[in-house]
């Protein structure tokens, strides 16, 4: 008997019918399902050769080029579609079933144009495979079981053909223009099926059932229970009365579809947002038969923690359990203690088996891009998923082009939402906010007089004590703009940058919001951290000149009651701290259209109607090139060139601070983990671990960690480590890592 695999034991046979039936089940909905039962069938034939099979019996050495298989499988897929009259998928099934250990990569870097005297050692022991093949009593009756076509013209000249033949397919690919995403879409859909079907099978992991209905009305619940009534409340109840009366109409308009919901700060858009998307869910299921699963995306992981929080309760009110519906998926994650095993865990994070997911940029949109194993719940999103975006005006604008287009052509039956205060032009669609034309002006906006720290730093003295968050472009002007102000002993003084933990910041975050609800006259001093979505609400704000949408999202933090009237003065400070993190475009574009009308002061709502002018100008300023080649790439699944990351940032590098007896206990598990020889074991112990790492990690500049840079992590120069008994000496709880000497003082 022909086996997949030893521990435990499974019969090749059952494998491949196994994960072709899931594949086929994953895709049919999405007009794909002949070819993912045919990738399924046809990912681990190689491993019916002798060689691998003396392999799982101890014979042969584990990594020997003879008990490769996978390219032996993609060429059947191909071959056998062609046979079938599918010879346009050929391509796509070959590279899906080739890549289906790794990642996606570009063609023509994987099929040489002569494969017969290709140098690759998978195309040079192809032949000796074939032979093998060719020797072998029980490798016609295994394809004979699966349904495939008899194997002997394969085996004879049939490889070879098929070879070539894709070979100038993926040459031609060099000649592909445009921007259409389908060929990338279809690749990445089988690639993700066949993924996931594989590994769950392996795992014993059946894929989740039907997901459940969540009443929309939970939403509305949940915000009667938390919120206490302000001037705001009408415009929060008018936001979800209006979002439900879109659902009125033809279901068509709204899934799958691109919608955007506009609304100011303190409108409520988070739970309206839920409510929106659960009601769709709903109807969907009614008229469709089938629950699109609810994923949130939101740019920073304390906003992430923040929603996690919502939906919560969102569960909570329907008479739920968050744990068994809720996932939330970002680097940290996997801190937090997991019911269940580690596989199980993973399994989750991997394929997001919930109704509804929360998640950061980082992590959804290399689902749509890959080119590896991100890209695995892209089918289940395909099948139906309604994808909030929120904040999406914190991607990187010289992205727009690309990413619009990867939003636009989404396969499948998703449905879209762009949620901001500050709407650039990224998803073209609907708009689902009402308009809230009473909506009361809650911060003005207008120039501050000071021109340094210094300067600024003594009149916030004068004031003394005031509720008022001051954010500032760089770290270091954060830190010397605190330290000057702890100096002077101004009380109830806060500091929050990225140079802190995120154990602390968290930490930190929590303690400020209580002390503002308890009415304490506390000064933060904060860079970019606190902007987009952080729930926090001051009297007055000052902010360091940045884009326009960063000056919005800060006044988003002051008067967020609308109790009164609020302040948020705007810093024109000398140095160039500004240029150096945003660049000079969106500066500049934010001074010709706010700049004039900050000497006069204008509030909140007159700088929002000024938007549409500001991304007109900066669309037209920034250059397209980037977003234009990325799509090239795609486009052509020129994967291997394509250099894709939402940040851009100057070269940094990761510093673990051995904090606490927590820090060291995971310190021990990390050297535990990283002598274990096997790579799956040393993945299943790696993964959740390295995830409560970074909670006692920062990443500071290299120029700066260099000044005072800590000795390797655990022999690892890449990593730094931070020992306890040296902590005093590089971090401090309240201003983070310390890179200056003067910092020590």
């Not at 690639?191 to 099978?201: G, I």
């Not at 052509?409 to 901001?420: A, E, F, K, R």
Request: some cysteine.
């Amino acid at each position: 008997m022909l086996l997949a695999r030893t521990s435990p034991e499974e019969p090749l046979l059952e494998h491949l019918l196994g994960v072709g039936a899931l594949a086929e089940g994953y895709l049919a909905p999405l007009g794909l399902g002949e070819e993912g039962r045919l990738a399924g069938l046809c990912h681990d034939l190689g491993k019916a050769t002798p060689y691998f099979q003396e392999m799982l019996a101890g014979q042969r050495a584990k990594g020997d080029p003879l008990t490769w298989h996978a390219l032996l499988g993609a060429l059947y897929a191909a071959w056998t579609a062609r046979q079938r009259g599918m010879g346009e998928k050929s391509l796509l099934l070959f590279l899906a079933v080739l890549e289906h250990h790794g990642s996606l990569k570009t063609p023509w870097e994987r099929i040489p144009l002569g494969p017969r005297q290709a140098s690759e050692k998978a195309w040079e022991i192809l032949p000796k495979q074939i032979r093998a093949l060719q020797e072998s009593p029980l490798f016609p009756a295994l394809v004979a079981d699966l349904g495939l076509p008899p194997p002997e013209a394969f085996l004879g000249e049939g490889a070879w053909e098929e070879a070539e033949r894709l070979a100038r397919e993926a040459d031609a690919l060099l000649d592909r223009e445009g921007r259409d995403l389908g060929l990338h879409y279809r690749l990445a859909l089988l690639y993700s099926a066949l993924l996931d079907a594989d590994r769950r099978l392996a795992g014993q992991a059946p894929p989740k059932g039907e997901g459940i209905p969540i009443p929309p009305e939970a939403a509305e619940a949940h915000l009667a229970r938390k919120s206490r009534p302000t001037p705001l409340s009408p415009q929060r109840e008018a936001l979800f009365r209006g979002v439900g009366e879109v659902l009125e109409g033809p279901l068509e308009k709204v899934f799958p579809a691109r919608l955007t919901l506009t609304a100011p700060t303190g409108a409520g858009k988070t739970l309206a947002a839920l409510r929106f998307a659960l009601a769709l869910r709903e109807r969907v299921h009614r008229e469709r038969g089938f629950r699109p699963k609810v994923v949130y995306a939101l740019p920073y992981i304390a906003i992430a923690d923040q929603v996690e929080e919502e939906a919560r309760g969102v569960l909570q009110a329907a008479g739920l359990k968050p744990e068994e519906h809720l996932l939330v998926h970002h680097h940290l994650a996997l801190a937090r203690e997991e019911e269940g095993s580690v596989e199980e865990a993973l399994l989750l994070q991997e394929t997001w088996d919930a109704e509804v997911v929360v998640t950061t940029f980082h992590q959804l949109f290399p689902t749509l891009v890959g080119p590896g194993s991100a890209l695995r719940p892209l089918h289940a999103l395909a099948k139906g998923a309604i994808l909030i975006l929120d904040e999406v005006q914190t991607l990187p604008a010289e992205l727009w082009p690309f990413l619009g287009e990867l939003l636009r052509q989404l396969p499948g039956q998703m449905t879209v939402i762009s949620m901001t205060a500050t709407q650039p032009g990224l998803v073209k669609g609907q708009e689902v906010a009402p308009p809230l034309p009473s909506y009361p002006r809650r911060v003005r906006l207008a120039w501050h007089g000071a021109r340094t720290l210094e300067e600024l730093g003594q009149a916030l003295l004068q004031e003394g004590p005031k509720s008022r968050l001051v954010v500032v472009n760089t770290v270091r002007e954060a830190m010397s703009l605190y330290r000057l102000l702890r100096e002077e002993g101004l009380p109830h003084l806060y500091l929050l940058t990225s140079h802190i933990i995120p154990k602390h910041r968290k930490a930190r975050l929590g303690e400020i919001r209580a002390k503002l609800q308890e009415g304490q006259p506390l000064t933060l001093v904060a860079t970019q951290v606190v902007e987009a979505g952080v729930d926090l609400d001051f009297q007055e704000g000052y902010r360091a000149f940045a884009p326009m949408e960063s000056i919005l999202q800060v006044a988003g933090r002051v008067n967020r009651s609308a109790l009164g009237e609020g302040r948020l003065w705007v810093l024109d400070l000398e140095g160039d701290g500004g240029r150096r993190v945003y660049g000079t475009i969106l500066l500049d574009r934010s001074r010709r259209v706010l700049g004039p009308r900050l000497a006069e002061g204008l509030w909140d709502l007159e700088a929002y109607a000024l938007l549409p002018q500001y991304y007109r100008l900066v669309e037209e300023g920034i250059s397209q090139a980037k977003g234009q080649d990325l799509l090239a790439k795609l486009a052509r699944l020129d994967y291997s060139q394509l250099r894709f990351t939402l940040i851009e940032e100057a070269p940094s590098i990761p510093i673990f601070i051995e904090w606490d007896q927590e820090a060291t206990r995971l310190l021990g598990e990390l050297e535990g983990a990283l002598t274990l020889k096997d790579p799956g074991e040393r993945r299943k112990r790696l993964r959740p671990l390295l995830a409560r790492i970074q909670g006692y990690t920062v990443s500071p500049l290299l120029q700066r960690a260099l000044k005072n840079l800590p000795p390797p992590l655990l022999g690892r120069e890449e990593w730094r480590h931070v020992p306890r008994e040296a902590v005093a000496d590089f971090y401090d709880e309240e201003m983070g890592f310390l890179w200056e000497m003067e910092q020590f003082l």
